[in-house]
C-alpha cells in the first residue's frame, strides 16, 4: 500500500514538478527526483507505484484543484454575463499560474506515457466535462432570461471554450502566431478583450 500525507510524499511532488519544468518529463528518471528531494530511490515508490502516477498527482493538485471555484459559479447570484466573466476569469488565472517550458510540453505530446494512464485520462475528462457542463448552464440561463440571444448553447459552448482555449495557447504557451502569420504575437491582449468579444456574439 502506497504512504499518504506526509512531509516526504511533498517533497517528492515539489521536486518532480520543478524537474518537469525545467528538465522536461520525459527526461526526468526516478532516480532525479529521489536526489532533488534528498532522499533514497526506493523511498519515492513506497509513495508512487511510477512516474505516471508522481504526474497524476500533480495534476490533480496543481491543476484540477484551480478550477474549484467553477462548482460554486452556477449558485451564485450574478446575471449570465458576469457569470460568464467569472468562467474566463478562472480559466486564465489557472493558465497563468504556472510557466511551462516548450520542451515540457512537447515531452508531454508527443513522447511521454503519461497520457496513456487510464487515471490521468479519467481525471482530465472529469475536468473537461465540469468546465463544460458549467458553461453550458451559464449560456443557457442567459438565453432563457433574455440575457443572451436565441442560439443553440451547446454550440455556444463549444465555440466559447475554442476560444478560450486558443487565447490561452497564444497568451501563455509557446505558441506563436507570427511563425505562421505575417503578424505579431498581439501579447497585449487581456482577458477582458476576449471577454467582451464573446459577449457581443451572444447579445441580444
Do not use: C
Amino acid at each position: 500500500m502506497m504512504k499518504r500525507n506526509s512531509l516526504k510524499r511533498n517533497r517528492i511532488l515539489d521536486a518532480a514538478y520543478d524537474l518537469f519544468i525545467g528538465k522536461g518529463y520525459w527526461d526526468t528518471k526516478i532516480i532525479d527526483i529521489a536526489d532533488a528531494a534528498g532522499i533514497g530511490k526506493g523511498t519515492v515508490y513506497e509513495y508512487f507505484e511510477s512516474k505516471e502516477d508522481i504526474f497524476l498527482e500533480l495534476f490533480e493538485t496543481k491543476v484540477a484543484s484551480g478550477y474549484e471555484p467553477l462548482s460554486e459559479l452556477p449558485e451564485k447570484d450574478l446575471s449570465g454575463a458576469d457569470k460568464l466573466k467569472e468562467y474566463i476569469d478562472i480559466e486564465l488565472t489557472n493558465a497563468s499560474k504556472y510557466t511551462f517550458s516548450k520542451n515540457f510540453l512537447m515531452d508531454l505530446m508527443m513522447k511521454s506515457d503519461a497520457f496513456r494512464n487510464p487515471k490521468l485520462i479519467e481525471a482530465i475528462h472529469k475536468l473537461v466535462s465540469k468546465k463544460f457542463a458549467i458553461l453550458y448552464g451559464i449560456i443557457e440561463n442567459g438565453i432563457k432570461n433574455g440575457e443572451f440571444r436565441e442560439t443553440d448553447p451547446m454550440l455556444a459552448t463549444i465555440s466559447i471554450m475554442g476560444a478560450v482555449n486558443l487565447f490561452i495557447g497564444i497568451h501563455y504557451l509557446p505558441f506563436d502566431p507570427a511563425e505562421f502569420l505575417s503578424v505579431p504575437n498581439q501579447l497585449d491582449w487581456s482577458g477582458d478583450e476576449l471577454f467582451k468579444l464573446i459577449l457581443k456574439g451572444l447579445e441580444p
